[in-house]
């Protein structure tokens, strides 16, 4: 990728992230690139901007730009281009916010950026519906959010997403993971980001309270053991530590494998491994990895 198409890309993933929420990847629509660098880039300024927050599917004034845009396990961005129902989209770049807010600000691309995030759109996955750059995105075709300190759903990393297989423990285990919501073994758990203070407000919910909230995760990313794990919890849950997921990669019969590490307890000890296969998780079962982190290893 050249400087300039690097530039164009920086600026208008500067726009995306400079958006309050984030939004749902609408694979319904059809993008197409349509940006060149003389509408993307403009004349220097001293403004400058922030690396906050991310958005998927987002489009300026009105017009799909063509990218797509993930929240990878490092908290970094992402960008794909050509995203259609049934075609895999070209991987671009990979980068992190920081860099991303750096690049433009030293370019003085700034007042472009902001001014573009302020008439950026996103487009909700469920109903088609689009906010500005002012508006909550996540709140959009989800009528959980807004409630028992429901601040909308989480985005899931999207090398976290599909299907996981795991043998360990003489249990068949399957995990399935799409950008909102968590299947283990039949069991659905929607993940929301939770306001804190309310947490703190309703330490003793009410039988109402709890069971309209059962199948609710309240999600958070925890950096442990050199990794970004995905923490789960229950809604209203008071003592433990919940339940944390971390993509790694493992070599197995000399090749990398991604596989789906799951840990548990104070020291977010190593519980199960799952892997992208079942055949794998069986070849697999109760295998220790050097780099990982088992309760046994503090004996």
């Known amino acids: 990728m050249n400087r300039k198409q690097t530039g164009i890309l920086l600026a208008t993933g500067l726009a995306a992230l400079t958006l309050a929420g984030c939004s749902n990847n609408s694979s ?19 403004v400058k901007v922030s690396a906050q ?56 691309q700034g007042a472009l950026v902001n001014d ?14 689009t906010s500005n750059g002012n508006a909550n995105a996540a709140s959009h075709g989800d009528n959980a959010t807004g409630k028992y300190g429901n601040k909308g759903p989480f985005a899931v990393p999207a090398d976290m997403q599909g299907t996981w297989y795991s043998a360990d423990h003489d249990d068949e285990s399957t995990i399935t993971i799409s950008d ?17 203070q309310y ?36 809604w209203f849950q008071g003592a433990g530590d919940g339940t944390s997921y971390m993509v790694k990669t493992e070599n197995i019969d000399g090749k990398p494998v991604k596989v789906l590490v799951v840990g548990e307890g104070a020291e977010n000890w190593v519980t199960a491994v799952y892997y992208p296969s079942k055949a794998m998780a069986q070849q697999q079962a109760d295998q220790k990895y050097d780099d990982l982190h088992y309760q046994d290893d503090d004996d």
């Open 28 to 46: 319904s629509q059809q993008r197409q690139s349509t940006s060149s660098s003389a509408s993307l880039i403009a004349k220097k300024s001293s």
């Open 53 to 108: 927050g991310m958005a998927y599917d987002v489009t300026a004034g009105g017009q799909a730009n063509g990218l797509v845009y993930t929240i990878d396990q490092n908290d970094d961005v992402v960008i794909y281009q050509g995203a259609q129902p049934g075609k895999r989209a070209k991987k671009l770049v990979t980068i992190s916010k920081p860099a991303m807010a750096k690049y433009v600000n030293a370019h003085g």
């Open 116 to 129: 573009l995030a302020k008439n950026a759109q996103v487009v909700d996955k469920s109903g088609g519906a």
């Open 180 to 196: 909102h919501e968590m299947n283990i073994d039949g069991d659905t758990v929607k993940l929301y980001h939770q306001d804190s």
């Open 199 to 234: 947490a703190q407000d309703n330490d003793q919910p009410s039988d109402d309270q709890v069971s309209a909230t059962k199948d609710w995760g309240r999600t958070q990313f925890l950096h442990d053991d050199g990794g970004t794990w995905l923490n789960i919890q229950g």
